[in-house]
């Protein structure tokens, strides 16, 4: 580890700090429907897609129907992401000629996309056409990012009203996020990826005569666009099948720190926003320190595990000065490798900037780990805001226990119907991510699809498993996961991360929202203190360290332990 290296994870996070405020305080108007800077202009587009849509943006909706205009909205771009992948070879702008995506990887891709995961079992540059890619994928960025900030604006006007008996419009709020937030910063982000070098070109390729004298077909395409709404929405799928790692779509230290910076801008702000929209900021700012707390030690241990090197090949006479190198891009180095990989796993982005699966035993574990502990460090976009909600609801619950007092959090009593939706939320996601891994790690085609055996093979499994559960989408990397088990099997993980998460998320903002709300007494446990983020804190801790462990076990910590014992499998 070196002084310079801090200094730029530093000034990562500072950059991210100054702008949560502004930031959050801008969504929080939108999302009050309160006059911004931006009405004039983009008022009129907005009331022209209500009227084209024939929604009423007046009537709201109780949590049943929002939930089910969310599902029948994400079910209609399954289908037509799945569609315009199987007929891509007869649709324009296909210049190199693809033809359609078979029915397990189209089944697969289009799940990852609705659900805002971005996994992805192939290779961009040579399967999507640019008109998959912008009128499929880039759609889905936009979209699925947005129904996760709505998800959340139900949740928050739980807290914020009383006796109430509706939760919002899903198309509204769907339209707003779309409108005021995503697409204006997305331009901006997108302008200067292209001026940093990012192609942005319906081109499919260009010939290149090499130092050897030899010509070089290199793919291109519609880069730039693709690549800041990638970030923005948490969504994560490149262009390119290296994604970040690729010099066209990250290519130097600068594109990097924007990218990283664009992954965490909306998500981060989205809980000082929270904060603001139900009256007290300092829970906003509660769930900010929780979040930076486990966070940059997740950045911290990274960055530590692989400047320490290898021992195994230090023992056949490499020089292991500069750490382990392995899988990372030399214009990024150590510091901007481990912000990347912490950063994009404890968001929902799974962009990468470096192969995870060649991280050290405990440098490849904590990414796996910040997916498990729920996506909430801050998590998608949207998402992680109604994740840490859930995480704070199961804290008030116990600090209830603890006390022998009926819990409250911001004024609304949390009683056994909350905790009941409540842990069916937080358990889908270890029967999907064990489950799974324990079936593929059974089954004899299944386990010929790892690239080692022994604990890195089994890390492989868990890791996928894992990502696409918690709609994150980054691969370990030795996996070959183009297969029907494994385009099928992880297709439905991510469909049982987003939805079946989400659904007792919306019906505890039902159960919430027709409760009166109380005033704070002197007997309230206050959310907003040191003493809370500790207690919330440690709740996100043993949810996601009790329930992995024993897998994790058996993986990345023998692996750590074997390397330093200087044993390879």
Known sequence: MSLIGWLQIGLLFLVTF??????????????????????????????????????????????????????????????????????????????????????????????????????????????????????????????????????????????????????????????????????????????????????????????????????????????????????????????????AAHPFENPTALSNYLNILAMLMVTAALAYTFGQMVGDRRQGWAFVATIAILLITGVGVIYWAETQGNPILTALGLDNALGNMEGKEVRFGQAMTAAYAAVTTGISDGGVNGMHGSLTGIGGLIPMFLMQLGEVLPGGVGSGLYGMIVFAILAVFVAGLMVGRTPEFLGKKIEGREMKYAMLAVLILPLSILGFSALSAMLPFAVASISMSGPHGLSEILYAYTSTTANNGSAFGGLTANTPWYNTTLGIAMLLGRFGYVVPVLAIAGSLVGKTKTTASAGTFPTHTPLFVGLLVGIILILGGLQYFPALALGPIVEHFAMLAGQTF
């Open 18 to 243: 100054l702008l949560l405020k502004p930031l959050g305080l801008f969504m929080a108007k939108v999302f009050s429907n309160e006059r911004t800077f931006l009405s004039p202009v983009l008022g009129p587009v907005e009331r022209g897609f209500y009227a084209l849509a024939g929604v009423d943006p007046k009537k709201e909706q109780g949590w049943l129907a929002y939930a089910f205009s969310m599902i029948a909205f994400s079910i209609a771009g399954l289908v037509l992401l799945y569609a315009i992948q199987r007929l891509q070879a007869y649709l324009p702008y296909n210049p190199q000629g693809f033809a359609g995506v078979a029915p397990d990887l189209a089944f697969n891709t289009a799940a990852s996309f609705v659900t805002n995961t971005n996994w992805q079992s192939y290779g961009g540059e040579t399967t999507m056409s640019h008109f998959t890619q912008m009128a499929g994928l880039t759609v889905q960025n936009f979209v699925s990012a947005a129904s996760g900030i709505a998800m959340a604006l139900a949740l928050t006007r739980a807290f914020i009203r009383s006796n109430a008996k509706t939760v919002g419009n899903f198309w509204v709020d769907l339209t707003r996020s779309t409108l005021y937030v995503l697409l204006p910063i997305a331009i901006v982000i997108a302008i200067a990826f292209v001026a940093m070098g990012l192609p942005q070109t319906l081109d499919g390729s260009v010939t290149a005569t090499t130092l050897e004298g030899t010509n070089q077909t290199i793919a291109l395409g519609p880069v730039a666009s693709q690549e800041a709404i990638k970030q923005l929405g948490t969504n994560g799928g490149g262009f390119f099948n290296v994604n």
